[in-house]
């Protein structure tokens, strides 16, 4: 059964900083890519990042290139979003995914469609 298990999500002040984790089990990790995605309230789900496990490739929103960044570890299964220079509009529910390698796939790397396995969320607030 494949789980994807967010944590890290917490309370900061803008300018603030935090690392989200996300850890996967039952599959190949190796060969996947993992991604972040954040909902706000009243929002629709956007992608934040994504890295390429076989590949090493990461992608960004343009809203958080130069502050957020993406990174895996391949011998824990885990995937990272370190989070710097933290603003209000970052606050939302982030959401690990992954997709499935055998499943064709043309979507950008961002889009919430070309992922196929998805956490439940962490809590991420900014306040002012």
């Known amino acids: 059964e494949v789980q994807l298990v967010e944590s890290g999500g917490d309370m900061v002040q803008a300018g603030g900083s935090l690392r989200l984790s996300c850890a996967a089990s039952?599959?190949?990790?190796?060969?996947?890519?993992i991604g972040w995605f954040r909902q706000a309230p009243g929002k629709e789900r956007e992608g934040v990042s994504r890295?390429?496990?076989?590949?090493?490739?990461?992608y960004y929103a343009d809203s958080v290139k130069g502050r957020f960044t993406i990174s895996s570890d391949n011998a824990k299964n885990t995937v990272y979003l370190q989070m710097n220079s933290l603003k209000p509009e970052d606050t939302a529910v982030y959401y690990c995914?992954?997709?499935?390698?055998?499943?064709?796939?043309?979507?950008?790397?961002?889009?919430?469609?070309?992922?196929?396995?998805w956490g439940k969320g962490t809590l991420v607030t900014v306040s002012s």
């Open positions: 995914a992954a997709n499935d390698p055998f499943i064709f796939s043309d979507y950008d790397p961002l889009d919430i469609y070309g992922m196929h396995y």
């Open positions: 039952g599959f190949t990790f190796d060969d996947r890519a």
């Open positions: 890295i390429n496990n076989s590949d090493g490739r990461t």
